[in-house]
T-cell receptor, first 113, second 109 residues
Framework: DAGITQSPRHKVTETGTPVTLRCHQT?????MYWYRQDPGHGLRLIHY???????DKGEVSDGYSVSRSKTEDFLLTLESATSSQTSVYFC????????????FGSGTQLSVL | RKEVEQDPGPFNVPEGATVAFNCTYS??????FFWYRQDCRKEPKLLMS???SGNEDGRFTAQLNRASQYISLLIRDSKLSDSATYLC??????????FGAGTTVTVRA
C-alpha cells in the first residue's frame, strides 16, 4: 500500500471553529488532492497541489484553504466550520498529472455540530 | 446534470453469478476512464483502467462505448469478497477526475 496517512481519523467540532486536517505521504509524489465524500455524491475535489507551494481550487473550494510547504505534507483548513462541511475527507496522491492512478488515504470523518 | 451517473443499486447476486452495470458520462471530451472499488468505510482503490478496445483483468471486464458515452463493468463468477461499491471515474482534464456516486454490489452465499 502507498505510504499516505491522514490525521486525525475522526474529529467532532463545533460550528464556527477552525479545523485543520493533515495528509502526509512518503512516496515523494508530486500531486496531492483533497476530496470530500457525501452520500449520493461522488467524491468531489476541494483543492489540489501540483508542487510545493503550488495549489489550485477544485469544484467545492468555498470555505476551505490548503497549504503545501513540503512535498510530503498537504494541509486542509476549514476556516470556520459549518454543519454542511460534515463529511468524510480523503487525501489522494499521484505521480502523474493525468491521474492514471490515485492512491487514497484512509479518510477523516469530520462532524460539525 | 451530473457529469458521471451510476445506478446506485444495490445489485444482490448469489456467489458464482455474473453481474454487470454501467456508468454514463456527459462530457464527450473525456479522455480516460477508470473503475475504483470502495469497501464499506474504507478508501477507494483503483480496480482497473478502461481502454477503448475493452480490457479484462481476471474475472473483471471493462468496456467503453464512446458513441453512447458509457462504460461498463462485468464481474464473472462473483465471490463474497467482491461485495463493495464500484466507483466510475472519468478524466476529461488534467488534475481533475469526475467520480460517480457508486454502484453497490452485494454477493450472498
Amino acid at each position: 500500500d502507498a505510504g499516505i496517512t491522514q490525521s486525525p481519523r475522526h474529529k467532532v467540532t463545533e460550528t464556527g471553529t477552525p479545523v485543520t486536517l493533515r495528509c502526509h505521504q512518503t512516496e515523494n509524489h508530486r500531486y496531492m488532492y483533497w476530496y470530500r465524500q457525501d452520500p449520493g455524491h461522488g467524491l468531489r475535489l476541494i483543492h489540489y497541489s501540483y508542487g510545493v507551494k503550488d495549489t489550485d481550487k477544485g469544484e467545492v473550494s468555498d470555505g476551505y484553504s490548503v497549504s503545501r510547504s513540503k512535498t510530503e505534507d498537504f494541509l486542509l483548513t476549514l476556516e470556520s466550520a459549518t454543519s454542511s462541511q460534515t463529511s468524510v475527507y480523503f487525501c489522494a496522491i499521484s505521480d502523474t498529472a493525468t491521474n492514471e492512478k490515485l492512491f487514497f488515504g484512509s479518510g477523516t470523518q469530520l462532524s460539525v455540530l | 446534470r451530473k457529469e458521471v451517473e451510476q445506478d446506485p443499486g444495490p445489485f444482490n447476486v448469489p456467489e458464482g453469478a455474473t453481474v454487470a452495470f454501467n456508468c454514463t458520462y456527459s462530457n464527450s471530451a473525456s479522455q480516460s476512464f477508470f473503475w475504483y472499488r470502495q469497501d464499506c468505510r474504507k478508501e477507494p482503490k483503483l480496480l482497473m483502467s478502461v481502454y477503448s478496445s475493452g480490457n479484462e483483468d481476471g474475472r473483471f471486464t471493462a468496456q467503453l462505448n464512446r458513441a453512447s458515452q458509457y462504460i461498463s463493468l462485468l464481474i464473472r463468477d462473483s465471490k463474497l469478497s467482491d461485495s463493495a461499491t464500484y466507483l466510475c471515474v472519468v478524466n476529461y482534464n488534467d488534475y481533475k477526475l469526475s467520480f460517480g456516486a457508486g454502484t453497490t454490489v452485494t454477493v450472498r452465499a
